[in-house]
T-cell receptor, first 113, second 115 residues
């Protein structure tokens, strides 16, 4: 079965640089979620999109922005990167809202040096 | 706001034994879903089992089962006949039926299955 695809899998950036993370949801899934997992921590919700509209927003820094495109893929744009942004970034998708299971991608490991 | 608490940071058992991971949560919602996710060393987040709060019957998936106590706001995971491949971080997670659809995770329990 097709799974959530994230690219790149690994990314190394320097402080103050910009990064773009991409997420391709499972076919026919119209909802995308982004989570950030720091070292030794549980995943923290950043933002979600349903039918290309932002549906919820969590603890996402103002330096970050995201959108969902017409083909339902999503991109997380991160600017003015800081050392503290180093983390594993997960994208998850689900077939709509209201308690559906969220299926996670393999994650993008971002390292900021 | 909802909170999820896993009071066991680490657990270790022998292969083939049964192990129970604890999870408690706090919410004012009446309808919600609870999940257990597994995160092996590969860091992939894998859904293990799901429980709907309106169902009294405990969910079961092969060797994995839950003990859901709604009044006590408790949601424990039992792994029977544990296998080496069960070694992973396990996260308990909550999501309301309506409203914000973000998963709220517990702190995780690191489970090690010893040969």
């Amino acid at each position: 079965a097709a799974g959530v695809i994230q690219s790149p899998r690994h990314l190394i950036k320097e402080k103050r640089e910009t990064a773009t993370l991409k997420c391709y949801p499972i076919p026919r899934h119209d909802t995308v979620y982004w989570y950030q997992q720091g070292p030794g921590q549980d995943p923290q919700f950043l933002i979600s999109f349903y039918e290309k509209m932002q549906s919820d927003k969590g603890s996402i820094p103002d330096r970050f922005s995201a959108q969902q495109f017409s083909d339902y893929h999503s991109e997380l744009n991160m600017s003015s990167l800081e050392l503290g942004d180093s983390a594993l970034y997960f994208c998850a998708s689900s077939p709509g809202l209201a308690g559906h299971e969220q299926y996670f991608g393999p994650g993008t490991r971002l390292t900021v040096t | 706001a909802q909170t999820v608490t896993q009071s066991q940071p680490e657990m270790s058992v022998q292969e083939a034994e049964t192990v129970t991971l604890s999870c408690t949560y706090d919410t004012s919602e009446n309808n919600y879903y609870l999940f257990w996710y597994k995160q092996p060393p590969s860091r992939q987040m894998i859904l293990v089992i799901r429980q709907e709060a309106y169902k009294q019957q405990n969910a079961t998936e092969n060797r994995f089962s839950v003990n859901f106590q709604k009044a006590a706001k408790s949601f424990s995971l039992k792994i029977s006949d544990s296998q080496l491949g069960d070694t992973a971080m396990y996260f308990c997670a909550f999501i309301p039926f309506q409203g914000a659809q973000k998963l709220v995770f517990g702190q995780g329990t690191r489970l090690t299955i010893n040969p």
